[in-house]
């Protein structure tokens, strides 16, 4: 029983760990690496959305394709951080950690991981770093604490509603 319960505590930081290791993966690649990585996924989205699109020009579709990527990118951010944060948070609270310490602690724990993935992007060769992308990191983090939030309200009231029927 004690083997389980160390391994239920355990495993939101073994997930937090191999979310930080695709971030660092991916913050590592080279230009044209990471632009194929993205390109396949941005090039499903833009098939797809090409009959929406039929009337643009052809010259347009370049123009189109690129903006796609640029929208796969930024959400790739935003949900690697989301995940992050969620795993994080699920690790505090398997410790016993209160909900003041697993929010600031989960969100400087990922403000930091942010700046040294964007630092490390800015060593890779052909890419930039970027304060935006550290700011849609956090905006992940932060949609993550409020969904926690709202995981921990929507459990108190169901726990409330049972209590008042047991009375």
């Not at 930024?74 to 016993?96: E, Q």
């Not at 490390?120 to 770093?129: D, E, Y």
């Amino acid at each position: 029983m004690k083997y389980k319960k160390t391994i239920l505590r355990l495993l939101p930081w073994i997930m937090a760990a191999v979310v930080l290791f695709i971030i660092l993966i991916m913050s590592s690649q080279d230009s044209v690496s990471s632009f194929g990585a993205s390109g396949r996924i941005s090039r499903r989205l833009f098939d797809m959305l090409s009959p929406v699109f039929s009337s643009i020009q052809e010259s347009s579709d370049r123009f189109l394709y690129i903006k796609v990527d640029h929208v796969v990118r930024k959400l790739a951010h935003f949900f690697l951080y989301y995940t992050l944060t969620a795993f994080i948070i699920i690790g505090l609270r398997s410790i016993g950690a209160g909900k003041l310490i697993i929010f600031s602690v989960s969100f400087l724990i990922v403000l930091v991981i942010a700046c040294l993935d964007e630092f490390l992007q800015s060593l890779t060769a052909g890419r930039t770093s970027a304060a935006t992308d550290v700011l849609l990191d956090m905006a992940g983090a932060v949609a993550a604490q409020i969904s926690a939030l709202f995981a921990i309200i929507a459990r108190r009231m169901k726990f409330s509603e049972k209590s008042d029927r047991n009375m």
